[in-house]
């Protein structure tokens, strides 16, 4: 918590005008500070909105994990990501769908679909790791490239789509941030209330009958809390990927493998991340900025590599 508070701090001090902690608490307490318009309408949306997100992807991917018993599953590997920027680039180019209010239940719709079809794909309760990743990889390179082509048959609305497909937090406002948490915290509410069976679950579908819980039930809450968690991260910021890969594999070392400790740790610990790169961004592509999605791809690709080498 204390290396999340730091995170949050420099997330709102560091920018294009950097502040002081001086500068950050008159921002954030006074009306009458010339940073208080900084901190209100820029930095502090930013910062809750890397906060939501981050807890988001971290659990999602720590669910994917378990569910699948795929220690490569990522909300974004897998393809989930992809189905909801597809379905938010229908909305905005056949419908003209702008706002995330309304983009968030086809991100929803997008992401539910693609997480059941790659799961029959990669063969469903018979799947592998190796079968699911490239499944992944699969519905990955086929609906980016439909993203692709709707932004070049209509790149004039489709235009704020351009950064918002790599995955940045630049264009956050408070009202992102409301229409968002709603979803997210039933999300996590969801994941934490089927800690224990999902643990059931890791030992055989007849271990967990055995111990009280349902299997069915038991992956349709876990889809379900992934689709809320994913389909609303990806609403308000883009498809970030190896957020939910890179996370659960760092906490387990703390935690082990009981979800009932991993999951609260990867809600605290992937908002770390997540800032922490975003700020990385600001820092290191100044006078501009790199997005959080480009940075978060090359701290997770090595390790994506690493963990299909140790396979």
Do not use: K
């Not at 709707?150 to 789509?161: N, P």
């Not at 059931?200 to 349902?214: I, N, Y």
């Amino acid at each position: 918590m204390l290396l999340l508070l730091a995170v949050v701090l420099l997330s709102i001090a560091v920018g294009a005008r950097p502040l002081s902690p001086a500068e950050v608490w008159q921002g954030l307490v006074s009306t009458a500070s010339p940073e208080h318009s900084v901190v209100h309408q820029m930095r502090l949306p930013r910062t809750l909105l890397g906060l939501l997100a981050g807890a988001a992807l971290g659990v999602s991917g720590a669910l994917m994990q378990a569910l699948t018993r795929n220690p490569l599953a990522d909300p974004g590997l897998l393809g989930i990501n992809a189905g909801a920027s597809a379905a938010i680039a229908t909305a905005v180019g056949l419908l003209g769908i702008g706002t995330v209010g309304g983009w968030i239940w086809f991100a929803m719709l997008g992401a539910a679909a693609v997480t059941a079809l790659g799961y029959a794909v990669g063969g469903g309760r018979r799947a592998t790791p190796e079968r699911l990743a490239l499944a992944g990889a699969a519905l990955n390179a086929v609906l980016f490239s439909y993203v692709s082509g709707m932004m070049l048959i209509d790149a004039a609305s489709l235009d704020r789509l351009r950064f918002w497909t790599v995955g940045s937090l630049a264009a956050a406002e408070f009202a992102t941030v409301r229409t968002v948490a709603p979803f997210i915290a039933a999300g996590l509410l969801a994941a934490l209330a089927g800690a224990r069976a999902l643990n059931a679950l890791a030992l055989g579908d007849d271990a967990a009958r055995a111990l009280g819980a349902r299997p069915a039930l038991v992956r349709v809450g876990t889809i379900t809390a992934v689709t809320l968690l994913c389909g609303a991260a990806t609403a308000a910021c883009g498809p970030i990927v190896f957020v939910g890969l890179l996370v659960p594999h760092l906490v387990r070392r703390l935690t082990g493998p009981d979800l009932r400790w991993l999951l609260p740790a990867c809600a605290v610990y992937a908002p770390v991340l997540l800032l922490g790169a975003d700020v990385a961004g600001r820092v290191l592509g100044r006078p501009g900025e790199l997005q959080v999605g480009l940075v978060t791809a090359v701290l997770g690709g090595p390790l994506f590599l690493r963990l299909v080498a140790r396979r």
